[in-house]
Each structure stands twice: as structure tokens, then as C-alpha cells.
């Protein structure tokens, strides 16, 4: 169940008003990396979770994610203000003020609605935790560059908590998907392809005006190597069949129930 505490998460104090920022503020509130994004996909993400430990984790998590919001839909509500009244802010955005009041919509900057399909919930939990990860670096990244354009302090003491925060779910995330110790790259039941697996397929060749080919750890080491196309004189890529084998990759105890009708079970906890 959820209840409302009538105290933000953090105090937020605006000294001068800037509508067109409030604006650029949205992207944050109903917007794809937005913190209802981050709060409605984790919250679903941990309705769905069979592992009790990391549920407890998409919960914490989700939750204060709408604290995030709360606190973000002030911040814009106090930058907004001036929009309902002078004339030169309103007409900044006839959205907002004429059609929301100039206060907080659940809009991205741009002024486009939010919608359920910014959100990722696969239903495994190794994949979720993996796209947990990318969602904060999203996050993150927004927050840096609205901190880069205001000279706001307040403003900018806000975002840097808020900012700060995503890191931390960041590492929680990744220590959470470490903790299923599942080997590198190993999703779902059944194993990829031997060889086909290790290839690094060369489908952008030649030196023009767009570069050249480059060789780095991406393509020669860590299991992997270069296969030219055959179109180049190259080997091309192993397409012999090989038959799938569901129950070949590695699972964890911590794994969601492998979905498909012909499945091995998870393996028992220790
Ligand atoms: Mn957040
Ligand atoms: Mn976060």
C-alpha cells in the first residue's frame, strides 16, 4: 500500500523564477528518462518480481523514484509561476498556461504526453536490472545538462540531489544483477550459437568520408574476432543450423520463472 508523508524529500528553494527552464524542466517529470518513467517502471518491474530480495530492492527503489517526481513538480511549479500572470511568459507556452494553469503537466519539454511505452518491464529480472542501469545513465546524464544551464543555486542544489540519487540506484542496480551471479551475458534458457557467438561481423568497411575500419577490444579479444563479409573476400559469418537447446544457459535461483512450454526449471537455491 502506499502513503502520502506531507514533507518533500528535498526542500526546494527557487530564488528567481524562469519559465523557459520550468519548461526544460518537464523533460524530467513526463518525460522518456522522467522520474514517473523511472517510478512506474521499476514499481511494475517489482510487482512482477518472484525474488523477495531484489522485489524488496524495485520497491525501494520505485518509491522513492515518486518521491523524485514530487520533489522535481515543484521545483517546476515555482519556476512556471510567472507564466500565470505576465503576458511575455504565457506566451511562452499557450499549453501550459492556458491549457494546464501553468502548472505542472505530465508532458515531456516538448510539450508531448507521457506515455506507458517509454517504459521497459520484460518480466526477467536480469534483463530489468540491465535496463535499470541504462534508465539512471539516462537520467543522470539529463540532470547533468539542466544543472549546465542554470545559475539558479537553489535550482541547482535541487538537481544535484536529485542527480546524485541516480548514481546510487545505478550501483544498487548493477550490484543487484552481480548478486544473481549469472555469467557475463548469459539471458534467458538457452545458449547462443558456438562460434557464431564470438564473431564480430565487419558490416561497415571501406576508408572514405565517413572513417575507416578501427580495431579495438570490441572486435580482436575478449572471446571475440573480426569476420569479413563474403562480399569483401571474407569468410562471412558461421550461418550452418544449429538447433536450439533450451536449458543450456546458466541460471540463477534468483532468475524469474523461465516462460515457454518446454522449459527446464530454474535451478534451487543453495
Ligand atoms: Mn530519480
Ligand atoms: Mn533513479
Same mark, same amino acid.
Given at each position: 500500500?502506499?502513503?502520502?508523508?506531507?514533507?518533500?524529500?528535498y526542500?526546494v528553494? =527557487?530564488?528567481?523564477?524562469?519559465?523557459?527552464?520550468?519548461?526544460?524542466?518537464?523533460?524530467?517529470?513526463g518525460?522518456?528518462?522522467?522520474?514517473?518513467?523511472?517510478?512506474?517502471?521499476?514499481?511494475i518491474?517489482?510487482?512482477?518480481c518472484?525474488?523477495?530480495?531484489?522485489?524488496?530492492?524495485?520497491?525501494? &527503489?520505485?518509491?522513492?523514484?515518486?518521491s523524485? /517526481?514530487?520533489?522535481?513538480?515543484a521545483l &517546476?511549479?515555482?519556476?512556471l509561476?510567472?507564466?500565470?500572470?505576465?503576458? @511575455?511568459?504565457a506566451?511562452?507556452?499557450?499549453?501550459?498556461?492556458?491549457?494546464?494553469?501553468g502548472?505542472?503537466?505530465?508532458?515531456?519539454?516538448?510539450?508531448?504526453?507521457?506515455?506507458?511505452?517509454?517504459?521497459?518491464?520484460?518480466?526477467?529480472?536480469a =534483463?530489468? /536490472?540491465? %535496463?535499470?542501469?541504462a @534508465?539512471?545513465?539516462?537520467?543522470? &546524464?539529463?540532470?547533468?545538462? /539542466? $544543472?549546465?544551464?542554470?545559475?539558479?543555486?537553489?535550482?541547482?542544489?535541487?538537481?544535484?540531489?536529485?542527480?546524485?540519487?541516480e &548514481?546510487?540506484?545505478?550501483?544498487?542496480?548493477? @550490484?543487484?544483477?552481480?548478486s544473481? +551471479?549469472?555469467?557475463?551475458y548469459?539471458?534467458?534458457? $538457452?545458449a547462443?550459437?558456438?562460434?557464431?557467438?564470438?564473431?564480430?561481423f565487419?558490416?561497415?568497411t571501406?576508408?572514405?568520408?565517413?572513417?575507416?575500419d578501427y580495431?579495438?577490444?570490441?572486435?580482436?579479444?575478449?572471446?571475440?574476432? $573480426? =569476420?569479413n563479409?563474403?562480399? +569483401?573476400?571474407?569468410e562471412?559469418?558461421t $550461418?550452418?543450423p544449429?538447433?536450439?537447446q533450451p536449458?543450456t544457459?546458466k541460471? %540463477?535461483?534468483?532468475d %524469474?520463472t523461465?516462460?515457454?512450454?518446454? =522449459?527446464p526449471?530454474?535451478?534451487k537455491a543453495?
Open positions: 500500500m502506499y502513503h502520502h508523508v506531507k514533507k518533500l524529500m526542500t528553494n =527557487v530564488g528567481t523564477p524562469d519559465p523557459a527552464f520550468g519548461k526544460m524542466l518537464l523533460e524530467q517529470f518525460g522518456a528518462n522522467g522520474e514517473l518513467a523511472a517510478a512506474m517502471q521499476y514499481s518491474q517489482a510487482w512482477n518472484e525474488d523477495a530480495a531484489r522485489k524488496d530492492l524495485l520497491l525501494d &527503489i520505485g518509491t522513492e523514484e515518486l523524485h /517526481l514530487e520533489v522535481v513538480g &517546476i511549479r515555482m519556476h509561476k510567472p507564466m500565470k500572470t505576465d503576458r @511575455a511568459a506566451e511562452a507556452d499557450p499549453l501550459v498556461t492556458i491549457a494546464g494553469g502548472g505542472v503537466c505530465l508532458c515531456n519539454s516538448a510539450g508531448t504526453a507521457w506515455t506507458a511505452d517509454y517504459l521497459k518491464v520484460t518480466g526477467d529480472l =534483463v530489468d /536490472l540491465r %535496463s535499470n542501469i @534508465a539512471e545513465a539516462r537520467a543522470k &546524464i539529463v540532470y547533468d545538462r /539542466l $544543472i549546465n544551464f542554470t545559475e539558479d543555486v537553489g535550482t541547482q542544489e535541487t538537481l544535484q540531489f536529485l542527480m546524485t540519487r &548514481i546510487t540506484h545505478m550501483r544498487s542496480f548493477a @550490484a543487484a544483477l552481480e544473481m +551471479e549469472k555469467p557475463a548469459s539471458i534467458g534458457t $538457452i547462443p550459437t558456438p562460434t557464431l557467438v564470438d564473431e564480430y565487419n558490416a561497415s571501406g576508408e572514405g568520408d565517413l572513417g575507416k580495431v579495438g577490444p570490441w572486435n580482436e579479444g575478449n572471446g571475440l574476432h $573480426i =569476420v563479409s563474403k562480399r +569483401e573476400s571474407g562471412g559469418l $550461418i550452418k544449429y538447433k536450439p536449458g544457459e541460471m %540463477s535461483p534468483h %524469474s523461465p516462460v515457454g512450454a518446454n =522449459v526449471p530454474r535451478p543453495a
